[in-house]
C-alpha cells in the first residue's frame, strides 16, 4: 500500500478569513507608548505611516474587533498564485531518526519570493493601494522581505523603494537583483537619500549599516512625503494576523491526515511565521479544548525568549520608533553574524510574548552549527533545502522525535517550513566546509543594554 505524503487543499478550500487573536485575549496588550510623551499613542499617530485599514487591524477595532477577519476577495484571488500550500508528513526523516512520532510540515517555501512573507506583503499592499498610496517604503536585511513586498507592490502597481543593510547589499547581490526584477529601487543603507543615511555616512563612508539603521531611513523618507508609506514584514499584530492563513490551512490538513498534533514548533525571529502556524491551534488551547504543546525556536545568538527582559524598549535601534512591551535584549543589541539574518532581532512581536509570558507557548534556543546539520539531514531525507531560518525548528522538531522515541510515545508534531534555502547557498557552504561559529549571547549584556533602557511608568 502506497502512503500518503501530501496533504493539499483545493483552491476554493482556501479558508476565507484570518484569524485575530486580540479579540480572544482576556486581557488587553500593553499599549504602545509614544517614545516622545510617554504616553500610549493613538491611531493618528500612526497615520502617516501606515494605511487606516491597517492601524484599525493593528488595534483590533471597527470591522475588525472580532476573532476572524474576512479576507479581500481581491486578497484570497491574489493567495491563489502560491496558495493553499501543501502540508507534508516527513516519511523519510520519520524513518531516518527511527522515531514513531509522525512529523508534519506546512511548505511556505513555494511563494513567489520563497517564504511565507507574501502573506502579509500582498494584503499590506492591497490596503494601501486601496486608500491610494502611490509609494511604500521599507527596509530589508538580507532581502527575504524586501523582494515579498517587491513582489506585492508590482502586483499592485506601486512604487517599491528598499533600504537595503550595506553589508547584505554588497556580499548578497542576488536578493537584490530579485527585487530590482520585481520593479523596486534598492538602495544601499546608510545612504544619501535621507538626513539620517547621510549622517552616518559622513561619520564612516564604509559604514557596514544596520536593520535598526534601514528602518530609521524607510520611516524618515515616507514621514516625509505625501504619497509615500511605509511597510514592516513582522513583530506588529496586523502582520501575525495576515500570517495565520498559515494556520488556518494547516489545521484543515490535518484533518484530512486524521490527526491533530501533540506539538507545534515554529522558527521565531520577529514572530510573524511562528504566529502563523501557532494562533490557530493556540485557540483551542485558549478554550481548554487542546493541550497543543507550542514551541518557538529562536537562535542562541539572539535568544530574545529565553534570554530577554519582558519589559518595554524601542522597536528599532535607532529608537525612534514606539515602545512596545516585549520580551528584548534591548535595542542596543549588535547581533553576531549568523546565517538566519531574519532572526537576528533584538525583540519580539507583543503577541507572542504575551503568549509566552502566560505560559501558553514555549521556547527553546539552538545553535546554528545544529541548525545547519538538521538542515543537511532535512535536505538530504525530504529534498527540500530549508533556509537557515526553518533549521532552527527543524532542530527541536528533531530533538522531540527522538525523545517520543526514547519513550515510545507517538507524537504528531507539525512545524513551519516557512522558507527554501535558495540563497543562503553560501551559508551551506561553509558548514560543509567547517566553517561555522557557535555563538552564545552572555546575559550579562542582556542586563546591561536592559539597564539603560527608559522606564515606562505604565
Ligand atoms: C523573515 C524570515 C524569518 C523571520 O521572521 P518572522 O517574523 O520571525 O517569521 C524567518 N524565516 C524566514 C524564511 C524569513 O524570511
Redesign the pocket.
Known sequence: MSEQVKYLLQENEMPTAWYNILNDFETPLPPVIHPGTGQPIGPQDLAPLFPMQLIMQEVGVGPYATSFVDIPEEVWEAYKLWRPTPLIRARRLEKALDTPAHIFFKYEGVSPSG???PNTAVPQAYYNKQEGTKRITTETGAG??GSALSFACQLYDIECKVYMVAISFRQKPYRRFLMETYGSSVVSSPSMDTNTGRKFLAQDPDHTGSLGLAISEAVEDAAGREDTKYSL???LNH?LMH?TIIGEEALKQMEMAGEYPDIVV?????????A?IALPFIRAKMKGEKNTRIIAAEPTAAPSLTKGVYTYDFGDTGQIIPLVKMYTLGSSFIPAPIH?G??R?HGM?PIVCKLYNEGLIEAVAVPQNAVFESNVLFAREEGILP?P??GHAIRVVIQEALKAKEAGEKKTILFNL??HGHFDLAGYEQYLKGGLEDYEYPREQVEMAISMLPKVAI
Open positions: 517564504s511565507h512573507k527575504q522581505w514584514g513582522s513583530v502582520v500570517q515554529g522558527c521565531a525571529g520577529g514572530g510573524s511565521n511562528f502563523g538566519a531574519g532572526l532581532y512581536a533556509a531560518e526553518p516557512c522558507g
